[in-house]
């Protein structure tokens, strides 16, 4: 719908500069229609020789009133009434995108909010929602709220660029830490599920190590056990 409403406002300033355009082109009419002067002047100025010429003349004068000087005036004037009435529907027309852009934006934040609380969207839902947010981003449309909104979807991306990344590269437990614990998950993530999982056997193996690691000296056989179990971790 913005689309439609913006195409309609760039034709209606396209006519008005033709407008612009045709009256530029004929500043004579315009003058010509304010003043009535030239004409008797012209008139006077005639020699007592081409008296003979005068009824051909003073037909010739009045064809200029009828054709030149008036036409023209009611023209401009017919220009002019055009003008102000795409004027008119040009205003309407930002009237309405305007109000649009704001509904578009409203149902854009409410969306926004439902995906930054509740998570476990589909990545391809959080691209789209960041996105989108470029057109709210300017004019004065709430910007401070899109800009608070766009900030928290980038970092959600973020989140989502930091799993991709430590699928391919085995990372330490302190790195992963932050990405496991976070509530709740932006996406619903396969690769999230494969590193919170090694994350959480990680913790545990911590854990069981942590108590016969203090017995000093410790039993070759647990020492072995404890390694193979490690060994065996994704990170």
């Not at 008119?88 to 109000?99: G, H, Y």
């Not at 004019?139 to 930091?162: E, F, P």
């Amino acid at each position: 719908m913005g689309k439609y409403v913006q195409a309609e406002v760039l034709d209606a300033f396209s006519a008005l500069a033709e407008l612009a355009d045709l009256a530029e082109a004929h500043p004579e009419q315009s003058e010509q229609s304010n003043d009535p002067e030239p004409s008797k002047k012209r008139h006077k100025s005639s020699s007592i020789a081409d008296a003979s010429e005068a009824p051909s003349t003073c037909d010739h004068h009045s064809a200029d009133k009828a054709d030149g000087p008036g036409t023209s005036a009611s023209h401009m004037a017919s220009l002019m009434s055009e003008s102000q009435s795409l004027s008119d529907e040009l205003e309407r027309q930002c009237q309405q995108w305007s109000q649009q852009l704001q509904q578009q934006q409203a149902s854009w934040s409410l969306r926004c909010d439902n995906i930054l609380k509740q998570g476990g969207v589909k990545v391809s839902e959080l691209d789209s929602a960041t996105a989108e947010s470029e057109q709210y981003l300017w004019g004065d449309n709430n910007t401070a709220s899109v800009k608070a909104i766009a900030a928290q979807l980038l970092d959600a991306k973020a989140w989502v660029a930091r799993v991709y990344a430590f699928t391919k590269n085995k990372p330490t437990l302190e790195a992963l830490k932050p990405i496991s614990q976070r509530e709740p998950a932006p996406c619903s993530m396969p690769a999230f599920t494969k590193l919170r999982e090694a994350f959480q056997q990680a913790e545990a193996w911590l854990v069981r190590a942590a108590e016969p690691l203090a017995d000093k000296p410790t039993e070759l056989k647990v020492l072995e056990t404890l390694c193979s179990e490690a060994s065996r971790s994704d990170l």
